[in-house]
């Protein structure tokens, strides 16, 4: 339990820690029958406001961290949901509120791709694997979240906003 404990900082660490260009997706996947998205901002936004910055410890690992320990609480537990693993897709919205209408529509593309996802031409892994999420927690602010719960209800995508 510790050692997966510790596994589990050491990847959130290496996946959010660097500031990095908004094109990245930078995001934590854990697969499962059932997946959840969530929409956190683990960076700030950058100084031109088109990059992340630096990492939101407080605000921003911990919903990430929260998350997860439920995700790890209710797969422990054989009587909530027996037979049934939830898996996880984490995006970072950079604090940008732009950022996290883009980052929503990486849960779209994963919607609407077939098979086992998305084929590149140079034979690389696509990003945009098929693994839709049945429901999307997150966004940090009123504003953000119903920009994101429009954008999903299109496509009858549960949203549930956690603000402060």
């Known amino acids: ?75 422990n537990d054989d009587t909530i949901l027996p037979g049934v693993v939830i898996g996880a897709q984490i995006l970072d919205t950079c604090s940008i509120d732009s950022h996290a209408l883009e980052q929503t529509l990486v849960f779209i593309k994963t919607m609407m791709s077939s098979g086992s996802g998305i084929y590149c031409s140079d034979g690389s892994k696509p990003i945009y694997q098929h693994h839709p999420v049945a429901a999307v927690i997150g966004a940090a602010s009123s504003q953000v979240s119903v920009m994101v719960a429009s954008m999903l209800q299109l496509f009858k995508v549960n949203f549930h906003a956690c603000l402060h």
């Open 1 to 75: 339990m510790l050692i997966q404990q510790i596994c589990s900082q050491i990847i959130l660490i290496k996946l959010f820690f660097n500031s990095s260009p908004v094109l990245s997706v930078r995001q934590v996947f854990l697969s499962g029958d059932i997946i959840l998205g969530g929409l956190f901002p683990v960076h700030e936004a950058g100084r031109n406001g088109s990059e992340c910055g630096i990492l939101k410890a407080a605000q921003g690992v911990q919903r990430v961290q929260a998350m997860l320990y439920a995700l790890e609480q209710v797969n």
